[in-house]
């Protein structure tokens, strides 16, 4: 039996196919319970895991035994290979028209591999862009519940604006010659007005369709998204409607009047980004309105966070409509980023931005992804979950060359200043605690279990700080460590305490 069972795979996931042994050795076999029969001429010695995983784990393998070089195609082709609806659409020469395995039917229709097509794994091929497109122009219908073979036209729409999100104008433009000119050379030349007339509507050359896919509706306008973001942004929501912090009150009071919290609340912001003057500069800043002379632009920044968040009404003020909350957006970064022209003030970036190796969303996909993402701030109460959703979805954007951070922390606290809740403030010495907050949200796709943590703990930090009494806030910063830097403070074993 050992000799039998080492001639075939004995992994979990594992195949294999009937030239491994005679039909009376496999037989056998499956007679003994030592391998199971998925489909004709297809083995498994894995007993425990159910067949519709094999042939998920393994179906690129089985397409290419039962077809030869056989090339992917149509709906199939447009999402890559990814199985949709236990469903994969083929081209081969051969007169079967469906292979019906567990979890899996193979739809074939007679053609095959163009020069344009790429080789994929185990010796299949993929539809080269050009033909996917051509190929998806052809009318097919669904049947037995299952998706029709080719896209429907909205599908194709949202697929081709998916190609320009990704590759941009000039890939764009070659795709679009690619796909007439293999339409010319296959036959298909009848499809070349239709070609045409999608890429002129996505270049705004001709008017939309009324009925246009979503997303390609969006490119045409400068709105398109970035999908991984919102889906991050769906966990987000998630996170914050099951919020229950032990120890934190629903609302915690306002100050008023706010006292020593804007000077700080500016002061600690510019910090946390690398502004640093110590607390006597950064006061002679704000209450002289004079910049000094050694360093203009960061004096500025201190300034144009101060005067976004002094304003009693200004501060305060949000929406529930995400066309005016970007227009609050844009203000506050005019204002906080006005001594820095060169970073072009309330514009949205025009290059990619990054932190160490991660991505913030692409310059095309800002303002799209912003509405998107802000349109659903109105599914959470107000207040404290509103704020920090507001600030994951600007951090996530990242919509400008630099003061993202400054203004992403304004329009948090607008939603808490908008019901008379207390602001938070992030003092240097919870810099590191803050920022890991935020990357643990970014790197777990919107789970937001450790940055509610450290949210709701300076949260009720900033409340029991008596900030209309200059001379106890004083007391009370250096009393709970506000004032240490964050690695500092690291060092010594020190850490942001309740007052």
């Known amino acids: 039996m050992a000799l039998a069972s080492a001639r075939w795979p004995t992994g979990l996931l594992t195949i294999f196919f009937d030239d491994v042994a005679s039909r009376t050795t496999l037989s056998k076999a499956v007679g003994d319970g030592r391998i199971r029969r998925i489909a004709p001429r297809i083995y498994t010695a894995d007993l425990r895991s159910a067949l519709d995983e094999i042939v998920g784990a393994n179906w690129s393998e089985i397409c290419n035994h039962y077809l030869p ?13 990814v199985i949709r609806d236990d469903t994969l659409t083929v081209a081969a020469d051969t007169t079967r028209t469906s292979i019906k395995l567990p979890g899996l039917e193979i739809r074939i229709r007679r053609d095959t591999p163009y020069e344009s097509d790429l080789p994929w794994s185990n010796g299949l091929y993929m539809s080269s862009p050009a033909r996917a497109l051509l190929d998806n122009l052809e009318p097919s219908r669904s049947r037995s519940g299952r998706p029709s073979r080719t896209l429907s036209l909205n599908e194709l729409e949202d697929w ?15 795709f679009r010659a690619e796909a007439r000119d293999l339409a010319e050379t296959t036959g298909r030349s009848e499809h070349i007005t239709a070609i045409d007339s999608l890429f002129e509507q996505l270049a705004g050359v ?9 997303l390609f509706r969006t490119v045409t306008v400068g709105e398109a998204w970035d999908e991984r973001r919102l889906r991050l942004f769906d966990t987000a929501i998630e996170s914050l409607q099951r919020m229950a912090p032990p120890g934190v009150p629903e609302w915690l009071p306002g100050i008023d009047p706010p006292g020593e919290l804007p000077f700080y609340e500016s002061y600690f912001s510019n910090y946390i980004e690398g502004t640093t003057f110590t607390v006597d500069e950064a006061r002679r800043i704000v209450e002289t309105n004079t910049p000094p002379a050694e360093r203009p632009a960061d004096g500025h920044d201190v300034l144009g966070t101060y005067r976004c968040v002094v304003d009693p009404i200004g501060r305060a003020a949000t929406s529930a409509d995400p066309a005016e909350l970007i227009n609050h957006l844009i203000a506050r970064h005019q204002e ?4 820095r022209p060169d970073q072009r003030p309330g514009a949205w970036k025009t290059e990619s931005n990054r932190v160490g190796t ?6 095309d996909l800002v303002e799209g992804t912003l509405i998107k993402g802000l349109e659903r701030i109105v ?5 404290l979950a509103r704020a920090l959703y507001a600030m994951i979805v600007v951090t996530e954007v990242h919509p400008f060359a630099d003061g993202n951070g400054r203004v992403a922390r304004v329009m948090m606290n607008a939603e808490l200043s908008a019901i008379g809740a207390a602001r938070i403030v992030i003092p ?3 810099r590191n605690e803050y920022l890991t907050g935020l990357r643990s949200a970014s790197v777990n796709d919107g789970d937001l279990t450790a940055y509610i943590r450290v949210m709701t703990h300076v949260w009720r930090w900033t409340a029991a700080i008596p900030w209309n009494d200059p001379v106890a806030t004083d007391g009370q910063l250096i009393a709970t460590n506000a004032l240490m830097d964050s690695t500092h403070a690291e060092i010594a074993s020190k850490r942001l305490e309740l007052p």
């Not at 056989?70 to 890559?80: E, G, L, M, N, Y």
């Not at 906080?336 to 001594?339: E, K």
């Not at 991660?358 to 310059?363: N, S, T, W």
């Open 379 to 383: 599914e959470l109460p107000e207040g």
């Open 358 to 363: 991660y991505d913030f969303v692409a310059p």
């Open 206 to 214: 001709e008017p939309l369709r009324p009925s246009a896919g979503q």
């Open 69 to 81: 070089g056989a090339v992917i195609v149509d709906r199939s082709a447009a999402t890559h290979g």
């Open 160 to 174: 081709i604006a998916g190609k320009y999100i990704a590759w941009g104008p000039e890939r764009t433009d070659r």
């Open 336 to 339: 906080i980023m006005s001594g």
């Open 428 to 430: 240097s010495v919870y």
